[in-house]
């Protein structure tokens, strides 16, 4: 029951939501025929057709809801199809219907600070208390912008439909955000290293259906690779109990060889447009990260091009933390040390991938006590027990 609800919500709340435009009316209907289905399948059985009972419970529950007093908007209904057509039917639009969806959440009316949260709850289904937490915001308050979002789309009458190219481009930008963002927040969700494999996957499947649908969009290429790639070394990102394993550390044979090479052919595309963003460049970092597993290093001068190259179009905190690491890597400890001290962002002394560096560089250069002192720091700022544990290994490391 679990895996179908996470699998089939987005889909069926964009098809759900589209004749109305009430967000906030498909997701009651689509929750309460989910709450019909764990009340009632345990004893009556899983339909040949899961969702297509799902779909057809949840219309009728729009459509008397359409029908009720309260809203005295019988002058709509006309205008509403909420039939009991099954499923099957429906298929052959829904992947439109989620994209379009997606484009609603991105449209111009929205404020450009909740359009990303929003596509994560509605089209990916990540609770609004995980995304308060991933935007580093109040439950409470992201949970208040979230209702006036879809308060807004409701309101405003925003249609569900692909926009033309000039309205697309504008709105593009947060919807390929929202799609890394899903897949970024899996981590965040399960820190205990056990993936909510639904989400990366719907992530993925979005990220491809959007290269399939705009193949002339770099952006759009360059962010289905990253996620290519970036998923295909899941598998050797954490030990059988759950334990944290560091990229340089990982067996490259665990890695998906199917994903890497549709990663680099996504990537290739993407070039051939001479038009390099943020998403190609984080692409191509991932891509070098991936040539361990064919030639047995990395080619860290090329690798520290590319991050410095994605500062200068994508300035970020955690950016300029991995390049410290790599001028450590390449030039001694104390350089990278230096990068690190000349990050300006008050918020680099609460990053945890910060501190971490800071302590990996300190125990390079020598210097245990600050370097334990930064373990310990590394491991209070961690949520994730397989992180903590591989931090105290190295912290035991510096201490003995």
Aim: charged share 25%.
């Amino acid at each position: 029951m679990a895996a179908i609800a996470r699998d089939s919500y987005g889909r069926l709340l964009a098809v759900l939501a589209a004749p109305t435009r009430d967000i906030a009316a498909a997701e009651d209907a689509l929750a309460d025929a989910l709450e019909r289905a764990l009340a009632g399948w345990p004893d009556d059985g899983i339909p040949a057709n899961p969702e297509g009972w799902l779909l057809t419970v949840a219309r009728n529950r729009l459509r008397d809801v359409w029908k009720s007093s309260a809203y005295r908007m019988t002058e709509r209904l006309d205008e509403i199809d909420y039939s009991s057509t099954p499923l099957e039917h429906d298929m052959p639009a829904i992947v439109d219907r989620r994209l379009e969806l997606m484009l609603v959440c991105a449209h111009p009316a929205i404020a450009p600070n909740i359009r990303t949260p929003l596509m994560l709850q509605v089209v990916l289904g990540v609770e609004a208390a995980a995304i308060a937490t991933a935007f580093a915001v109040g439950p409470s308050t992201m949970a208040q912008r979230l209702v006036r979002a879809k308060k807004r789309i409701r309101d405003a009458g925003i249609p569900f439909v692909l926009p033309q190219r000039d309205d697309l481009a504008e709105r593009l930008p947060a919807v390929l955000e929202a799609v890394y963002g899903g897949y970024a927040i899996d981590w965040q969700l399960t820190p205990q290293g056990a993936p909510i494999e639904s989400l990366s996957a719907e992530a993925l499947h979005l990220s491809l259906v959007l290269a399939e649908l705009l193949p002339d969009e770099p952006e759009v290429l360059g962010l289905a690779a990253l996620v290519s790639l970036s998923e295909a070394r899941r598998p050797a990102r954490r030990s059988a109990d759950g334990g944290f394993i560091p990229l340089d550390e990982q067996d490259t044979r665990m890695w998906d060889t199917v994903l890497i090479a549709r990663g680099e052919a996504l990537l290739r595309r993407a070039h051939d447009h001479r038009r390099p963003g943020r998403f190609q460049y984080e692409a191509a970092i991932q891509s070098a990260h991936c040539t361990r597993a064919t030639q047995g290093n990395v080619d860290l001068n090329a690798l520290r091009k590319l991050h410095r190259a994605l500062q200068r179009v994508a300035p970020s905190l955690g950016a300029a933390v991995a390049s410290a690491a790599i001028d450590g890597q390449i030039d001694g400890p104390d350089a990278g040390l230096r990068a690190l001290d000349v990050i300006d962002d008050p918020a680099v002394e609460r990053f945890q991938p910060a501190v971490t560096t800071r302590a990996h560089l300190l125990a390079e250069a020598g210097r245990a006590e600050e370097a334990a002192d930064a373990y310990r720091r590394a491991i209070e700022l961690t949520a994730d027990p397989g992180v903590a544990g591989y931090l105290l290994r190295r912290l035991r490391s510096v201490t003995c």
